[in-house]
């Protein structure tokens, strides 16, 4: 019995950081309406710089190319170096306000969960260019000497932990709740308007806010170095169990935040202890999977998640396409995409491949985030089940379409089920959910030996069709262009069925759902059944172009689907249209770190490395400056081609057209239009 309450006190120091993170998000949300999936990035770059002050007395600074190491002349003690970083977090905090945050007040929540997680993405790759991925540790900053609580010997500095995070908590729920500061802050956040009629600046207070949260990030991020090492993923994913617990505390109660905090950690690592004792419990990725519970127990039991709050002016989402030609359009991109395929060679002609496979999992997003408004974080999950059921399912004497088929609808169960939350869940609410159940899916499916084959991954059979091989290796040929032709001629199918989604009565429904899920309510849309059938089908979609993928890479394994992998496929499509299928191809040809143009640069520039840093910072300067995405500006020499094919077709098709149409990408839709408007048209 001692054991397992050795390991339960042994929790308290990765419970008392998911603790203090989450007063975090609870001081952000409270301000200023943001819930930043970046807050963990955060904490990891603060304890870079309490590393690099500790060790060589360098002050780390968060851009590349130009001097990012400032020598302040020799290593720093413990508690200087402590005391610059946080000053560094205060100032760091203001800018990342200022610069981001402050323009995203009046967006939706699409948006800002977009930017926050563009914020993520470009910490962790500037991080891992700056620093490397070798984990990195420091000494003992907290007094770790023995403590006996009767038979058990455990570290004083766990017990430190959780007596930090509580007085920390006690101190903000007096702040918040006796102070002016505070009464200022809850006023600001329950009606803007309100608090700016009575003098109440609201920039002002959620500045100041945002720089105590930063702080909070940074003594986060550097007490638990020490204990746990720092890396740039591991550190940045501590916003995963952070989420859950400011979900469970509502993004109100602090003191909920910082309790959930300590359970969280104590349970984890007591799941590590009954791991090693009891065989019949999966023996990897449990602990590391029970965030996921918390956060679906969370949204039970407060089903309304985080409260509404008083804006200034009319949100926007990004707007919607509406293609006119689908067929010919389809036609013409497989003529294009052909003709590149046996013009190029070598790499770039993989590279294509590769883009191809990206475009149809980016049109899973189009159809989830864009038509109906859904933020899904676990898009590379579905696309993953997809990839290692080709591995698993039938022979390699099966025709490979039926295996991608049968593959991408196994999918469509997970896509269900992780869209049963979005019944009652929407907006940010959702976005955690599914960024907590992709986590889960990478430590429990995704890093299982026996389903995902570990470090070596899965080899893929070679894919048939009619009894001939069509995949992208046969003997020494390498790559053959007859796997990119079939792939691209799936791709384009799915690309025409999405676009008649669009514009058939279910594209209806999706929009009026986007739009106003109570106005389509109203006029007779079930808008829990249009929710269920956007996931499955964004689910199958996905499936089909993680299979694809799959036959593309021929040994398939695990990082290729991870959480990370997730959020750049959001990045990529929503920098170049999450409502275009214009903007699925833009993403996957122009835009994804294996497509064609990012390969071309590389091979030219040595650039690909930069690939998560131009996505993690174009996600977010696109959030702020232009959410509907590059495809929504075509240039001129596309707009003057498909005029012309266009002019084609109404030549050929005299009475099938309905005058002139706009280019493939000009945008068609308004961005928030009347459910009734969108049912009618």
Known sequence: MSSYILFLLLGLGSGAVYGMLALGLV?????????????????????????????????????????????????????????????????????????????????????????????????????????????????????????????????VDRLWFAGIVIVLAAALAATYRFTRFGLATRASAENEQGAALVGLNADRIAAGNWIIATVLAGIAGILIAPVSTV????????????????????????????????????????????????????????????????????????????????????????????????????VMCFVVGTVALILLNGSLRVALTASICTTCMAMSLVVLTGYVGQVSLAQMSFAGIGAFEVTHLFGPSTPFIITLLVSALVAVPLGLLIGLPALRLRGVNLAVVTLAAAFALDALVFNSDSYSGGLAGRDVPTPKLFGLNV?????????????????????????????????????????????????????????????????GLSAFIAGLGGGLLAYQQQTVSSPSFATFASLSLLAVTYVAGVGRIAGAVVAGVMLSSTGLFVSAMDKAFGVGKYQLLVAGVALTLTAIKQPDGIAATPPPPLVKLWHWIDGKWNTRHPGRGNGAASPPAAPAATSTPPARAAVKS
């Open 231 to 330: 890396d740039p993923t591991s550190y940045t994913l501590f916003i995963v169990p952070a989420l859950g617990c400011a979900l469970l505390a509502r993004f109100q109660s602090f003191a909920v935040a910082a309790g959930a905090g300590l359970v969280l950690g104590m349970l984890q690592s007591e799941i590590t202890k009954l791991i090693s004792v009891a065989s019949w419990l999966p023996q990897e990725g449990l602990p590391q999977a029970l965030p996921f519970l918390l956060i679906v127990l969370a949204m039970t039991l407060f089903s309304r998640g985080v409260g509404a709050r008083g804006t200034v002016s009319e949100l926007k989402n990004p707007s919607l396409g509406r293609p006119t030609r689908p067929v010919p359009t389809a």
């Open 471 to 535: 995949g992208i290796a046969s003997g020494d040929a390498y790559p053959r262009v007859i796997f990119g032709v079939v792939a691209l001629a799936i791709v384009c199918a799915v690309g025409v069925l999405v676009a008649r989604l669009r514009n058939g009565s279910a594209g209806r429904m999706f929009i009026a759902v986007r739009s106003n899920e109570r106005a389509a309510a109203a006029i007779g849309i079930d808008v829990a059944r249009t929710k269920l059938m956007a996931f």
């Open 27 to 155: 001081l952000k949300h409270r301000s200023g309406g943001v819930v930043d999936f970046g807050h963990g990035a955060v904490a990891m770059f603060i304890a870079y710089v309490y590393l690099g002050l500790r060790q060589t007395g360098t002050l780390q600074l968060p851009w590349l190319w130009l001097p990012h190491a400032i020598d302040l002349g020799g290593a720093m003690g413990t508690w200087p170096a402590i005391a610059v970083s946080l000053v560094y977090a205060a100032i760091f905090g203001a800018i990342l306000y200022v610069l981001i945050y402050r323009p995203l007040r009046t967006a939706t929540a699409l948006t800002r969960v977009c930017a926050s997680v563009g914020t993520m993405l470009a910490l962790q790759a500037i991080a891992v260019l700056n620093f490397g991925t070798t984990a990195q540790s420091t000494p003992a900053i907290l007094p770790d000497r023995p403590f006996k609580i009767g038979d058990i010997t455990v570290p």
